[in-house]
């Protein structure tokens, strides 16, 4: 049995280490902050099983110029940010193409389509397993034309599995009456599941692997350890933690350590941002998709959580104003007669790759040193799947699946 260095206790590491723990290795996990202080904590909740679309949609070079002018769109720039990752947006617009959203909807629908299995298999036993619960994720739409629009990602969501029912908003609001006369349409995603508090779930798995005698280190990790036959740890402002295998599970802060173990990963934040609206006085009953405003309302343990937009502003520099007003206004006008005793706002960082795949895998064949990270808009549904695949791959077994297009090389 191995020693192994975890760095990032995000949901993907945390996912990784109790896997890797359970296959009787000796596991020790790093981070700067502690169990869910980054984006794990604060994202929409949803086990988003057919989230198998990515955002660079044919349509994205149409559609992109006029959204990022546009304050009603949940679409934002911070201007002064675009010299820096136009390289990153080049190779990104360029996946905006039929034959890439064809290709990574069958690699993601492989390594999600089973996500509510996958949580409840990883939080079995840990205490964790009271936030799972089995819901649809719907999607509403003011008019059925705006459903209609949307008729190109649906048709690649069917193609693939993902089992929706389309209802009149009529409909839909004899079961959750909230929303009554919001939206003309909504659909109705089969088979998902949702996280009733995302920061309290990962930190009761992080509860559960050091009580079964897993090491969590508070430090930053600054560099690596290698010796002559591979990569054995990294070192941190704490002092050096030294293994036989590490993880690199930093989500959207892992290219730097990524070049340091020799990986070009091309990853850039996702800014994405959530208000909560905590105590109300209704709560709605399943995860709800504003199409119009690209986010999620997602009732949580004693609040709603309204989590979504995209703004390219990279992963150091503050909040911006613009996507918190909007998901007000759109909350504003969706639920007008709601109360609750206070509003609270959090922005957080999607780990993204120009092609939307995550890494997952060896970084080189020496198989010390593995890659967990990059898993944009879905790493909440991907982690315990992808910490059950790093978790196989270290201890010399073959996951049941195509790991190539995942490969963390491929950007050599
Ligand atoms: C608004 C929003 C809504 C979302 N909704 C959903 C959803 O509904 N469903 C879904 O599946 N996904 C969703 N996501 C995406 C999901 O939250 C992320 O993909 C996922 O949390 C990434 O997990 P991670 O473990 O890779 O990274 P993180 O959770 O960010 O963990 C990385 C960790 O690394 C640590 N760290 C960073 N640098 C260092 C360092 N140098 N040394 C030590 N530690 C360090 C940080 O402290 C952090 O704990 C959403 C994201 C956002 C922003």
């Not at 020693?3 to 949901?11: D, F, L, P, T």
Request: net charge neutral; hydrophobic share 40%; proline share 6%.
């Amino acid at each position: 049995m191995a020693e192994i260095i975890v760095a990032g206790a995000g949901i993907v590491g945390i996912s990784t280490a109790i896997w890797l723990q359970r296959a009787g290795h000796t596991v020790t996990i790093v981070d700067r902050e502690g169990p869910a202080a980054g984006t794990s904590y604060g994202n929409a909740g949803v086990l988003a099983s057919g989230a198998i679309v990515p955002v660079t949609t044919p349509d994205l070079w149409r559609k992109a110029p006029a959204m990022v002018m546009n304050k009603n769109s949940p679409l934002f720039l911070r201007w002064s940010y675009l010299p820096k990752m136009l390289p990153f947006l080049w190779k990104f617009l360029r996946h905006a193409t039929d034959a890439h959203v064809t290709g990574f909807a069958t690699t993601m629908a492989g390594l999600l389509h089973d996500s509510v299995d996958q949580h409840r298999a990883l939080a079995a036993g840990t205490g964790a397993e009271e936030f799972i619960t089995d819901e649809d994720f719907c999607f509403g739409y003011p008019t059925r034309e705006s459903f209609e629009a949307d008729a190109y990602g649906w048709k690649i969501r069917q193609d693939n599995g993902v089992i929706f029912e389309v209802q009149s908003g009529a409909q839909f609001a004899t079961y959750d009456p909230l929303y009554a006369e919001r939206f003309g349409i909504v659909v109705r995603c089969k088979n998902h599941g949702r996280i009733s508090d995302p920061g309290a779930y990962v930190q009761a798995l992080a509860r559960h692997f050091k009580e079964e005698g897993g090491r969590l280190v508070i430090a930053t990790v600054t560099d690596v350890i290698r010796d002559g036959s591979g990569l054995r740890g990294f070192v941190t402002d704490a002092g050096e933690l030294r293994g036989d295998h590490a993880v690199l599970a930093l989500g959207a802060w892992s290219k730097p350590l990524g070049r340091k173990m020799g990986l070009e990963i091309p990853l850039e934040s996702e800014r994405g941002y959530h208000i909560e609206l905590v105590n109300p006085s209704h709560m709605p009953i399943a995860p709800m998709m504003v199409a119009a405003g690209k986010f999620v309302i997602t009732p949580m343990t004693d609040r709603i959580r309204c989590a979504g937009v995209v703004e390219f502003g990279g992963s150091t520099k503050a909040p911006s104003a613009a996507p918190f007003n909007l998901l007000k206004r759109h909350i504003g006008e969706i639920f007008p007669d709601l109360s609750y005793d206070r509003m609270d706002e959090w922005m957080g960082h999607r780990p993204s790759t120009p092609d939307s795949l995550p890494l997952i895998g060896a970084c080189d064949d020496s198989n010390t040193t593995y890659a967990a990270l990059g898993h944009q808009h879905v790493g909440l549904t991907a982690g315990p799947k992808t910490g059950r695949i790093i978790a196989d791959l270290i201890s010399g077994r073959t996951p049941n699946m195509d790991l190539s297009p995942f490969s963390p090389t491929r950007y050599r």
